[in-house]
């Protein structure tokens, strides 16, 4: 009796349903970003600060609470907590009094003395500088390490908080459902030249720029190379140096 043949199956056709990095060429983004380097040579964060304690302090205090929010809280504590050793001192009870203005304040308040204690008894009351190090600490996620990486050690990271999420997704620049895979296609396509600064590019031009509710497609430098759906402009705004934000 003849063995039935075996069938042979046919080879996997490449998935067409694979999304792409970026809907960007190289020499795309590569102009976009040479155009914010025009913009704002030496861009700043705006969450005020003394050294890379009171930095990190005001950055975890930022979660769901706007940069203007922290700043007119934390002006006051940082005159007299501007260490470690010195946000201790005050407890969390004093803490919560000067940041009680801010969302969720008790638990902030809880998680800065508590990152403070951390800093004393694990690094000799000095920040790390790096991530593995800085998200060990008590209210301290990816996000709020790659702020101070960036920041207070000058590494190129990319932090990716609501402007970037909003402008990934709206111009297809990183398409993404969380941070952390914009955040992986941001550091894999933007060129090395402008990693450094960023993160603080995308983040003022979402603040400013490509708003939430509706985009100003008529001050943007970028409109003529933007692929948005949402894009109501052709004409790129004049590339000119701005002052820093107030």
Not at 41 to 53: D, M, Q, R, S, T
Not at 241 to 246: D, S, T, V
Request: include cysteine.
């Amino acid at each position: 009796m003849e063995k039935p043949k075996k069938k042979i199956a046919a080879p996997r056709k490449p998935s067409r349903t694979r999304r792409r990095r970026t809907v960007y060429t190289p020499e795309e983004i590569h102009e976009i970003f040479r155009r914010f380097s025009v913009q704002r040579p030496e861009p700043k964060g705006e969450l005020e600060h003394v050294n890379a304690f009171t930095l990190l302090v005001a950055v975890v205090l930022s979660a769901q609470a706007t940069d203007a929010g922290v700043n007119k809280a934390t002006r006051d504590l940082f005159k007299v907590a501007d260490t470690p050793e010195k946000m201790l001192a005050l407890g969390e009870e004093q803490v919560g009094e000067y940041i009680r203005t801010i969302g969720l304040w008790r638990n902030k308040a809880k998680n800065v003395i508590a990152l403070s204690e951390a800093l004393i008894r694990d690094h000799g009351s000095q920040v790390p500088d790096n991530r593995e190090a800085l998200v060990t600490l008590p209210g301290v996620g990816r996000k709020t390490a790659n702020v101070v990486l960036n920041m207070s050690f000058g590494q190129p990271t990319m932090a990716v908080d609501t402007h970037i999420l909003r402008i990934g997704n709206r111009i297809g620049l990183a398409p993404g459902k969380t941070p952390e895979q914009i955040e992986d296609t941001l550091v894999k396509i933007i060129p090395a030249e402008f990693m450094r600064h960023a993160h603080h590019w995308l983040i003022l031009h979402g603040r400013y720029v490509c708003k939430a509710r509706k985009p100003d497609c008529v001050a943007c430098v970028i409109a003529d190379i933007c692929k948005s759906a949402e894009k109501t402009n052709e004409i790129p705004a004049p590339l000119v140096e701005l002052a820093p934000q107030a």
